[in-house]
């Protein structure tokens, strides 16, 4: 059933009808992670589901924040808070693709109409020492999703291979909704007794975030706090696999994998603040790249990540 | 004879990657079958973005049976040897024949290789293709071990003749092979079997599939031309989009649309650069206005409104980029014109190199360079200073981050914005040329002085940092840079020594002077001490003195001073030395890259060392016009002839002067010649030696080739009539004087002892 294209007014119907959507194909609905991440991937659902042998089916949406994309809530398409729909399904079924599709339809897409066209765009993430093979979706000229066949995370080959999809939601919402400005999308109904757009919730703090981000932020403390993260994964991965206290092996994969999200993200809002030249940004990568791997080490000894 | 139809469908394979693969199904399954004795007469490949396919018409039904007789052991030969060759030739005991042979009796194998149907071997063959397939990337999917550049999803494989089409039993990793593919992915996605390429063909295209890219590209050709020709317009060819396009399109639709009237404005470069890039759309120009108005999209399906909706999101994803250039370029625009110079001081920021600098210190070296050289080129020094001082500013613009393509074209619009001479703003777009062999070379002599202390600075620092291009390795371009410069020099006949020029460049950059004075700044420091603090003294003066290359050689500094204690003086001389030894070692490389120059240019190997032998030939253009003229002499009858008549001089005279442990090299006198040749030779030395002078300082080879042609008939002549190594001593000195002649005047030209044959 594909559902007429006037019937989706808001951003979050659109969010729901994906949610529904991928919960009748079977995955299991997550919620957002409590940390800030700069994308979807950055999930431990996804970058340490993804190691190991055991299938896994999971949909969440992910607020990620990209600091130097802060633009004060001005421009139409970029913002450094926004929200990203992530699927991942592992093994990657054969019809993945129509699966996808079928998400299309759901969300008031007409492909009787519309011109959907999966373009080459491999993906690399160099702080979580992680790539794929897959493409970018467009539909009619835009970009609406990003498809990617995980080969490799935190150094470890994908063995069984896990299909990723992952949706710009803002974009994609202004584009079924036909809205130019990203804070004149109507967040719920718009005849809703008290109707909110984006930019009811979000256009203050972009400003205030655009602001702290690329002014403010005490860069000495970040660093810092980048250090003091970086040296709690080390210890939280050196402890001994076999806990004392319950006399249980509890490797500790995702307490140190927090730690390594807080690092990638400090490193971005020092990236923000201007602070890193072009050579130590290479440096500071290879370190979160570093803690990843050690991350995706310890998960692969563990239950979840098939041992 | 059978016909066989392959079609290998899977997930979007990249539009790059179509035409390679495509050649390399076709290479490696009829390698494989022809291996494998199956010879066919013609074949075809195809690919879309979901398939790739080979036609293979006329191939045999079966491979030819083969016989082979093999000669083994002596009768009575151990019976390990006898068994060892009836299991090797695999036949039975009994099959073997007994002959006679030289040495006595002689088993003898027959072995019969039945030939083996088509089936058999095709289902070998593209199993072995498929797991083995060149893709530059491939991937796993699923719980699966098969590599392909996607997911395979199917395999179609056919053998078809009068009698009907068969499917060829094969399977791969799960994946069996039958007669069945499918449509366009939305138009048509049902599907269906085919018999052979024709229908394979006829059935695709009803299923809005054309299976051949060049029918795709020329249908987006000829209906984006047909369209805008219909509006007076033409479309901006691009073979590279086109070609790209057609891999990502089963069904072609093209569909044009307008570009808003206030991006109009925008250089269209940038706009021309921002469709391809992000959007790969056309560019399409109205020859009045000599402006890019319109856009062409393809798309790949038809729609019952006609495109409408798939323009239209087309055209509002396009006014979303083309706000950002828009806002680029007025941003930029707003900077050029109130202080370019922010931009020049925002590239001491940015790394070029950590052994280098900063970009800011790569300007400061190229602008001293392009002042130095100004005078040579015809160019006014405080211009050529200004243009390279300005040449890599727009590296800060916000629109070359954007477009990293458009750097040096954007510099010139900025440059031009911010109301410096024309000269300066084309040297910013141009000081990068000639990027390859047959991009076009600089003639402005501004553009032409920054071009070449561009190229002069990368050869000259990456050499002083020992970053020299290995083997097939070459990670900053080098070999690039030396031919852009021999080209800046040669095409434009610039006169300038380039050993001097380097050497001057390694001097001002990290001379022993330079850096005695940087020492100098400290005060009376002990040698010693100043290696214990090595790492803070060079990160001072290199912040000081704002020189990454400083400090290299302050480092290398450190590590003598601290070894052996010297005295300034003696470090300043040792630091002397070893740029000398860099000098010497670049221009080896630049004379060998040289020669691969000239060499593409028909220039022998061998004249070019005749010439690389005289002096001046760091004077490239002196260097290529000498080399040009001999080259274009010794293909000349007189030419050739002349080369043995002096090899043959020179011999006898190299010998002679082994022998006598003299040099014979003056004195020869007409009033001792005997014979008449050997007079008329005096006479034709004398002769081209008033030619060839003059026309030596004056450069002009050809009129001293020539000049030095005349002579070879009384050399000829001479060697005719006269026994060199006479009885008389007197008559003998004269004439090996006389052949020292012969060899001084010749030698003037170039160094033809290094002339081979």
Redesign the interface.
């Known amino acids: 059933m594909t559902p007429k294209p006037e019937t989706l007014r808001s951003f979050q119907e659109i969010l729901l009808r994906l949610s529904t959507y991928w919960a009748g194909k079977g995955c299991a609905m997550l919620q957002p992670y409590d940390l800030e991440v700069g994308a979807g991937t950055f999930h431990p659902a996804t970058t340490l589901r993804a190691l190991g042998s055991r299938p896994w089916a999971a949909a969440y949406v992910q607020p990620s924040r990209r600091p130097t994309d802060g633009r004060y809530g001005e421009n ?2 970029r913002l450094q808070h926004y929200y990203q729909y992530q699927v991942i399904i592992k ?4 019809d993945l ?1 129509e699966l996808y599709l079928g998400s299309l339809r759901a969300i008031g897409i007409d ?10 765009d ?1 993906w690399e993430s160099p702080t979580l020492g992680a790539w ?4 970018e979706v467009w ?4 970009e609406v999703s990003q498809f990617t ?1 995980f ?1 490799q995370v935190g150094g470890h080959d994908c ?3 896990s ?1 990723e999809l992952t949706y710009g939601l803002e974009r994609l919402a202004m ?1 079924v909704l036909g809205v ?1 400005h990203v804070m004149d999308m109507p967040f719920n109904a718009p005849d809703a007794p008290i109707p909110l757009t984006y930019g009811d919730v979000f256009r203050q703090t972009e400003q205030e975030y655009s602001r702290w981000n690329f002014d403010v932020a005490d860069t000495d403390m970040l660093l810092k706090h980048f250090e003091d993260a970086e040296a709690e994964a080390a210890r939280i991965l050196s402890a001994p696999a076999d806990d004392p206290k319950t006399g249980k092996r509890i490797v500790m994969a995702h307490p140190a994998y927090d730690q390594c999200i807080k690092a990638s993200h400090l490193f971005n809002l020092l990236d923000a603040r201007g602070v890193i ?3 130590e940004r290479q440096a500071y990568i290879g370190r979160v790249r570093a803690l990843a791997r050690a991350c995706a080490d310890a998960f692969v000894t563990t239950p979840a990540g098939g041992a | 004879m059978p016909d066989l139809l392959i079609e290998l469908l899977s ?2 394979i ?3 990657m179509q035409a390679r693969a495509k050649a390399d199904l076709k290479a490696r399954v009829t390698d494989g079958l022809v291996e494998a004795g199956l010879t066919y007469a013609s074949a075809g490949a195809f690919a879309t ?1 979901r398939r790739l396919a080979l036609s293979i018409e006329g191939l045999l039904a079966a491979s030819p049976s083969t016989s082979e007789e093999r000669k083994g052991p002596k009768v009575g030969a151990p019976e390990k040897a006898i068994e060892g060759f009836v299991r090797g030739a695999g036949v039975t005991r009994d099959q073997l024949e007994v002959r006679d042979d030289k040495k006595g009796q002689v088993y003898f194998a027959r072995i019969d290789k039945p030939g083996r149907p088509a089936e058999v071997i095709v289902a070998e063959v593209l199993e072995q293709v498929i797991r083995t397939f060149p893709w530059p ?7 699966g071990d098969l590599r392909w ?3 395979l ?1 199917s395999i179609l494989c056919v053998l078809s003749d009068d009698s009907g089409a068969t499917v060829v039993p094969m399977s791969v990793d799960g994946i069996t092979a039958g007669a069945v593919t499918r449509g366009h992915r ?1 138009m048509a996605p049902d599907a269906f079997s085919v018999t052979g390429l024709e229908d394979y063909a006829t059935k695709l295209k009803r299923a809005h599939v054309m299976l051949s890219s060049e029918e795709r590209a020329d249908h987006i050709w000829n209906d984006a031309t047909n369209q805008a020709f219909a509006l007076g317009l033409e479309v901006v060819e691009d073979r590279a989009l086109l070609e790209e396009v057609a891999g ?2 089963e069904w072609p639709v093209v569909l044009m649309g307008e570009i808003g009237a206030e991006f109009l404005s925008l250089p269209p470069e940038v706009l021309q650069t921002s469709m391809r890039e992000h ?1 790969k759309f056309f560019s399409v120009r109205d020859p009045k206005r000599a402006q890019i108005v319109r856009f062409v ?1 393809v ?3 038809e ?3 006609d495109g409408a ?2 323009l ?3 055209n ?3 006014s ?1 980029r083309l ?1 950002d250039a828009r806002f680029f370029w007025e941003n930029d625009l707003r900077i050029a014109t109130s202080d370019l110079g922010q931009w020049v001081r925002a590239l001491d ?3 070029f190199h ?1 052994k280098l600098g900063s970009q800011g210190e790569r300007v400061n070296r190229i602008a001293a360079l392009a002042r130095e050289i100004a005078p040579l080129v015809g160019a006014d020094a405080d211009l050529a200073e200004q243009a390279a001082r300005f040449a890599k500013a727009d590296l800060s613009s916000e629109m070359v981050y954007e477009f990293p393509e458009l750097q040096g074209l954007m510099g010139r619009y900025y440059i031009e914005a911010a109301g410096f001479p024309a000269e300066v703003a084309a040297a910013a777009q141009e000081h990068y040329s000639p990027l390859g062999p047959s991009d076009s070379v600089p003639t402005a002599p501004v553009s032409v002085a920054v071009a070449l202390a561009d190229k002069i600075d990368t050869l000259t620092g990456f050499w002083a940092i020992d970053e020299k291009p290995t083997g097939s390795k070459d990670p900053f371009a080098l070999r690039r840079a030396a031919i852009g410069s021999f080209r800046l020099v040669a095409e434009n006949e610039v006169r300038l020594g380039l050993s001097k020029i380097i050497a001057s460049y390694l001097q001002k950059n990290m001379g022993g002077e330079t850096v005695a004075v940087a020492l100098d700044t400290f005060g009376d420091l002990n040698l010693s001490e100043i290696a214990l603090a090595d790492d803070t003294i060079s990160d001072a003066i290199s912040s000081r003195q704002s020189s990454a290359l400083l400090s290299n050689s302050l480092s290398s500094l450190m590590q003598i001073a601290d070894a052996e204690r010297l005295s300034l003086g003696q470090i300043k001389s040792r630091i002397n030395a070893q740029l000398y030894r860099i000098r010497v070692d670049l221009l080896a490389f630049l004379h060998d890259r040289l020669k691969v120059y000239l060499r593409d240019q028909d220039i022998p190997h061998d004249v070019i060392d005749a010439c690389l032998a005289m002096p001046g030939n760091d004077d490239l253009t002196l260097l290529v016009k000498r080399a040009r003229a001999l080259a274009a002499f010794l293909k000349t009858d007189n030419g050739a002839n002349l080369l043995q008549g002096f090899k043959r001089a020179n011999n006898i005279l190299s010998q002679a002067e082994a022998k006598d442990g003299v040099e014979y090299s003056y004195g020869a006198d007409v009033k001792f010649a005997e014979d008449e040749t050997e007079r008329t030779l005096f006479a034709a030395l004398d002769e081209a030696d008033k030619t060839i002078r003059p026309a030596m300082e004056a450069e002009d080879f050809g009129a001293a080739m020539a000049a030095m042609a005349e002579l070879r008939r009384p050399i000829d002549d001479f060697f005719e009539a006269v026994q060199i190594n006479a009885e008389s001593q007197v008559l003998r000195r004269n004439r090996l004087n006389l052949l020292s002649r012969i060899r001084t005047t010749c030698l003037q030209v170039a160094d033809l002892t290094r002339l081979e044959g």
């Open positions: 139409p398409n093994p990657s079924p054969p693709q492909m009787d109409l519309h011109d959907i066209r999966f373009v080459e491999d794929g093979l897959g493409w539909c009619d000229g835009m066949y080969q063995r069984p291979v299909g584009y130019d030249s072009v050579t | 997930e979007e990249p539009a790059r973005p990337k491939s991937m796993r999917w699923g719980d550049v996607r997911p999803h939305f990502l399109v959007q999209t798309a790949n399906r729609t019952a409104d909706t798939i239209a999101g087309n509002k994803v396009l979303a706000s920021n940015v790394t950590n």
